[in-house]
């Protein structure tokens, strides 16, 4: 039986550091509103130079350095972005020749949120079918390029950032099961509308968001896909070491852990340093959490995301 197993991980945050006191000369806000109603302390803003590409690229480089495997090892590029460098070609594919790497598979995955964890689900089918030996599963964002800044409601949450996994082939299990969920009837109530037409921009090219909504159906997705993430590997939430996940509100996040029975010390929690990254968020939150030396050989480690779409799931992971 083949298995993928993560064997390095890595990410990058830019270096320009957004307070919420900084976001307080800008709009109408304060530190207390956003630490209180989502746990955000900072965020980082890429510069105008970067794109997510470039933020990929040092994520990727210390999660190969990580795993010590050479970019020519890599035989597949998974990209999840909502804020490609480009209309087209992918960011996957920017991605590859700035690793330079010639003979890979590279393509973008576009699930906003989730964006990693399809990713990982994606290339974890292409491992186990025995395709694919090694691979690069990414999430990067600039979402600081789609913030309407006329709305408070949403541009104080959002940042910019880069996590990075080596996904490897192996005989141990590793990725033990991925669960993927869309409901695309929801696709209005968080979404960034426009789109490239005759040289202009048709639509708003800015996020939108009815928080509410989301915070509503988050929590109830959370604790449903963890669930559903346990019972297919029939084990009870006791034996979960890690949940990870998507770093967007501390409160939804303690909600889903409530819910699960979770004790705080196995819940990660990174969205104060970096805001909500998009589909660059949990492999941030993964890549601190094991630069940390928390996690450890045998550990079961939870990851469940949500976002526009709305598309969900989760990956139950056995380090
Ligand atoms: O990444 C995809 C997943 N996304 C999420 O998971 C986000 C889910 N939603 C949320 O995290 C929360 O709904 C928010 C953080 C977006 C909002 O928190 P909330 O507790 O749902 O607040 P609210 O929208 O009910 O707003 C409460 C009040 C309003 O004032 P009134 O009408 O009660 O007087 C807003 O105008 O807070 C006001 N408000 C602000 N005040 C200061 C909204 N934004 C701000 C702001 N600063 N930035």
């Known amino acids: 039986m083949i298995y ?3 064997v390095g991980t890595g990410s990058y945050l830019p270096d320009r550091v957004v307070t919420n006191a900084d976001l307080e000369k800008l709009v109408d806000t304060s530190d207390e509103w956003i630490v209180s109603r989502t746990g955000i302390r900072e965020r980082h ?7 997510a590409s470039d933020l990929a690229l040092e994520a990727c480089k210390r999660a190969l350095h990580a795993a010590h495997v050479r970019p020519d090892e890599i035989d597949m590029i998974v990209v999840a972005t909502s804020t490609p460098d480009m209309v087209f070609p992918s960011t996957a594919c920017i991605l590859q020749d700035k690793l330079g790497i010639k003979h890979s598979i590279a393509f973008d995955l576009q699930a906003v949120c989730s964006g990693f964890v399809f990713a990982l689900s994606t290339v974890d089918q292409f491992v186990r079918s025995g395709n694919v030996q090694c691979a690069l599963v ?27 996994v080596v996904v490897r ?12 969920h869309t409901d695309g009837s929801y696709r209005n109530v968080l979404c960034t509308p426009g789109t490239v037409e005759g040289g202009k921009v048709r639509g708003s090219p800015m996020l939108v968001m009815e928080g509410g909504a989301v915070y509503k159906f988050a929590v109830k997705a959370f ?11 029939g084990l009870q939430p006791d034996a979960i070491d890690w949940f990870i996940c998507h770093q967007a509100n501390q409160r939804i996040i303690m909600h889903a852990a409530k819910k699960l029975n979770l004790p705080d010390e196995k819940v990660v929690m990174t969205v104060d340093r970096h805001g909500n990254t998009s589909a660059a968020s949990i492999p941030l939150a993964l890549d601190a959490t094991v630069r940390a030396g928390k996690i450890k050989a045998g550990d079961n480690v939870l990851l469940a995301a949500l976002g526009g779409g709305f598309a969900w799931g989760a990956a139950l992971i056995k380090w």
Do not use: K
């Open 4 to 6: 993928s197993r993560i």
């Open 138 to 164: 990414v999430g990067t964002e600039v979402f600081s390029r789609i913030l309407n800044w006329q709305d408070r409601s949403t541009c104080v949450l959002f940042g910019d950032g880069a996590g990075a």
């Open 45 to 51: 803003y890429a510069a105008d130079h970067q794109d």
């Open 223 to 233: 604790e449903e896909v963890a669930w559903e993430a346990l019972n297919a590997n």
């Open 169 to 180: 082939a192996s005989n141990v299990p590793g990725v033990l099961t991925t669960h993927m």
